[in-house]
């Protein structure tokens, strides 16, 4: 099992900048390629970013690309989604997730989720 808890949700305005946290606990952090999901009220699931077991490569959704950053810290079992430029249909419920597939771009992908913080993003 691995337990993800998501954090650094919150509200911000247009342009302005969010850091999304997601500890892990439970088996081996660096056994798994991470990834970070969003999903509005009302709507399906979107990829956001992943990032393999050794950080040392990503994939970005297109809304995302050049404005996020994921970044993982193995040592302490901790990824991070840096979010810059935010636009209001950036805001979302925001998941971090485990996977030990290659195929990081769909949700089925991911074997455990974090329970989501909200980012709120204000015109």
């Known amino acids: 099992q691995v337990q993800l808890v998501e954090s650094g949700g919150g509200l911000v305005q247009t342009g302005g900048s969010l850091r999304l946290s997601c500890a892990a606990s439970?088996?081996?952090?660096?056994?798994?390629?991470m990834g970070w999901f969003r999903q509005p009220p009302g709507k399906e699931r979107e990829f956001v970013a992943a990032?393999?077991?050794?950080?040392?490569?990503?994939d970005y959704g297109d809304s995302v690309k050049g404005r996020f950053t994921i970044s993982r810290d193995n040592a302490k079992s901790t990824v991070y989604l840096q979010m810059n430029s935010l636009k209001p249909e950036d805001a979302a419920t925001y998941y971090c997730?485990?996977?030990?597939?290659?195929?990081?771009?769909?949700?089925?992908?991911?074997?455990?989720w974090g329970q989501g913080t909200q980012v709120t993003v204000s015109s």
């Open positions: 990032i393999s077991w050794s950080g040392g490569s990503a």
């Open positions: 997730a485990a996977t030990q597939s290659y195929i990081w771009r769909r949700p089925t992908s991911y074997k455990y």
């Open positions: 439970g088996r081996t952090f660096s056994n798994y390629a």
